[in-house]
């Protein structure tokens, strides 16, 4: 039989554990808030980061805000994006996960049941267990035990949605130091792609839709190292293969006498590829 001085370290141990839980979530919460920013970058001056303010935050007040902007219940509605002066750079990030009504008040109930049980470890504990008798000790194990149980399975789903929130964090970090986001970013601006809008706005048959050879042509003509900078600074074999791969236009084959052929539109946010049969 265990004696009262074996008993307590247990209930000491046990306590550490669940203390590291309840800090490993708050700093979790803070982390997943603060990924919410803005940020505002002028050429001549360094970036303005705007986040949600969560230093002083406790527990209790990082799940209500938790619940209000990042595990969101139904559609969120789309935030009124800010006017800013010329030269200026905005990127607002948003990170949520949209739950559905039923979980979203599962999760409501598992956080506030979290913070409950925090608070009483740390100013009731004390009070309802009585350390220095034995069978209180064991009663004082028994309820930190069964603790661990309950909270078990709130913290492996926060802990998914932490790892979803991370992979998603970096796949976006990626798209924005890929050349991808830089041809969607910049390449609209080229007077490359300006000589395409024209191409595609003058041609008045077909609805539109004009054939990827015959854009080749026109750019070559009038910019002979379309190519060569388009390999170069946006990273694509050529023209061809930035039109065909970038998603920025719309792309259809067309059955004809010798075969098929490849027509495009810019794309304004539609579906990419189509293929026409006869």
């Not at 390449?187 to 609805?207: G, M, R, S, T």
């Amino acid at each position: 039989m265990q004696n009262i001085e074996e008993l307590r370290d247990k209930i000491f141990l046990l306590l550490g554990k669940h203390l590291i839980r309840f800090q490993t979530v708050e700093m979790r919460l803070k982390s997943l808030l603060k990924l919410n920013r803005t940020i505002i970058s002028k050429n001549d001056s360094s970036p303005l980061i705007i986040e949600p303010s969560v230093k002083n935050q406790t527990l209790g007040g990082l799940t209500t805000k938790a619940l209000n902007s990042i595990f969101v219940s139904g559609t969120e509605e789309e935030k009124k994006i800010i006017d800013e002066t010329i030269k200026t750079l905005r990127i607002d990030m948003n990170v949520s996960f949209n739950l559905c009504e039923h979980r979203h008040q599962e999760l409501n109930f598992q956080l506030q049941e979290f913070v409950a049980d925090r608070n009483f470890l740390a100013h009731q504990f004390q009070e309802k267990f009585n350390l220095s008798k034995l069978d209180e000790c064991q009663q004082a194990i028994n309820y930190l035990l069964e603790l661990e149980k309950k909270h078990k399975p709130f913290l492996d789903q926060f802990e998914q949605y932490c790892v979803s929130a991370q992979k998603g964090v970096d796949t976006q970090i990626s798209y924005l130091k890929s050349n991808l986001f830089k041809t969607h970013f910049i390449f609209p601006a080229e007077e490359i792609y300006k000589e395409i809008q024209v191409l595609i706005d003058d041609n008045n048959k077909n609805k539109g839709w004009i054939s990827l050879t015959t854009i080749g042509v026109s750019i070559s003509k009038k910019f002979p190292d379309a190519n060569k900078k388009i390999k170069t600074e946006y990273g694509f074999k050529n023209l061809n293969d930035l039109i065909l791969n970038s998603g920025l236009f719309l792309l259809k084959i067309e059955p004809t006498s010798k075969g098929e052929k490849i027509l495009i539109q810019l794309n304004h946010g539609e579906t990419t590829f189509e293929i026409i049969e006869n």
